[in-house]
């Protein structure tokens, strides 16, 4: 059994940063990539970054320069450094595990329950 736990969501004001964390948790041999993606009310999710284990990033164009993704191997934990932030930028965040390989030799996805990101003055 594979858990993401996100934390670091909240409300900031208009240029203000966040760090978000998600950490997976389980029998986890490795995760091919992991990222970040959002989904604004009345929207469709959007992938924001991601990060291969080898450290190749991709950003949405609407957040590069101001967001940096980072990964943590070891704890299987990966980061999302947002500043600079825009009230577009509102969103419920959510973590996802690409390629996760478990004690079953399975692969497979995984996502978090998402977090609450508000920017607003």
């Known amino acids: 059994q594979v858990q993401l736990v996100e934390s670091g969501g909240g409300l900031v004001q208009p240029g203000g940063s966040l760090r978000l964390s998600c950490a997976a948790s389980?029998?986890?041999?490795?995760?091919?990539?992991m990222g970040w993606y959002r989904q604004a009310p009345g929207k469709q999710r959007e992938l924001v970054a991601d990060?291969?284990?080898?450290?190749?990033?991709r950003y949405v164009d609407s957040v590069k320069g101001r967001f940096t993704i980072s990964r943590d191997n070891a704890k299987n934990t990966v980061y999302l450094q947002m500043n600079s932030l825009k009230p577009e930028d509102t969103a419920v965040y959510y973590c996802?595990?690409?390629?996760?390989?478990?004690?079953?030799?399975?692969?497979?996805?995984?996502w978090g329950q998402g977090t609450q990101v508000t920017v607003s003055s």
């Open positions: 389980g029998s986890i041999f490795s995760i091919n990539a």
């Open positions: 990060i291969t284990s080898g450290g190749t990033r």
């Open positions: 996802k595990a690409m390629g996760v390989l478990t004690s079953g030799f399975i692969s497979n996805d995984y």
